[in-house]
């Protein structure tokens, strides 16, 4: 008897560490979102969020690299649709150079 009320909560404890770690990937994400809102322009968000729907490694990559730039302090005021296109071509162009 002793034995399952051990087992019991240890699975309590796994379930509250799953939950702890899905809580602060959610905000995470929220963080992230928040983030992009403030430089990227309406249309810029919307090409990100089509690219996240068919790609989704590929929008979190660019994600990175957004917030990456941003902390370096590369980018100054809102990023336009065409400059995230440039800056996706760039980054398609690395990942193109270190395949091959």
Excluded: C, F, H, Y
Aim: proline share 2%; net charge negative.
């Amino acid at each position: 008897m002793e034995g399952s009320a051990v087992s019991q909560d240890g699975l309590q404890a796994q379930i509250e560490q799953a939950q702890a770690q899905e809580a602060k990937k959610q905000e995470m994400e929220e963080t992230t979102s928040a983030i992009l809102k403030q430089i990227l322009s309406p249309e810029a968000r919307e090409r990100l969020s089509n690219i996240k729907a068919a790609k989704p490694e590929k929008a979190s990559q660019i994600q990175m690299l957004l917030i990456a730039n941003l902390q370096a302090g590369r980018i100054q005021g809102t990023i336009s649709e065409a400059q995230l296109i440039e800056l996706i071509d760039q980054l398609n162009e690395k990942q193109a150079a270190s395949t091959t």
